[in-house]
Nanobody
Framework: QVQLVESGGGLVQAGGSLRLSCAAS????????MGWFRQAPGKEREFVAA????????YYADSVKGRFTISRDNVKNTLWLQMNSLKPEDTAVYYC???????????????????WGQGTQVTVSS
């Protein structure tokens, strides 16, 4: 059974940093395309960042480029999202997601992903 468990969210002041983690079980993240999405209150879920299987190419939404970094630890089977220079508009529930590695991959497309975590709340105060 596949499980993705996010942690690391919390309350931080604008300009601060947080690191989110997504611990995976039931799958090997190196063999999966992994992504982070977020959903703010009253808004649709949106793409944040992704990392491709094997080669670990990374992709970012324009709104977080240069501030957020996605990475993975293949030994710990964990996905990370380092978030720096946080802004109030980054406030959202953050979700990690996984998609099997083979085939064409559109990282920003929500429907691509087979598995989702339960989410972790990030709140950035001004």
């Amino acid at each position: 059974q596949v499980q993705l468990v996010e942690s690391g969210g919390g309350l931080v002041q604008a300009g601060g940093s947080l690191r989110l983690s997504c611990a995976a079980s039931g799958l090997t993240i190196r063999n999966y395309n992994m992504g982070w999405f977020r959903q703010a209150p009253g808004k649709e879920r949106e793409f944040v960042a992704a990392i491709k299987w094997i080669v670990a190419s990374t992709y970012y939404a324009d709104s977080v480029k240069g501030r957020f970094t996605i990475s993975r630890d293949n030994v710990k089977n964990t996905l990370w999202l380092q978030m720096n220079s946080l802004k109030p508009e980054d406030t959202a529930v953050y979700y990690c997601a996984a998609r099997e590695g083979s085939g064409s991959y559109y990282p920003a497309r929500e429907a691509e992903y087979n598995y989702w975590g339960q989410g972790t709340q990030v709140t950035v105060s001004s």
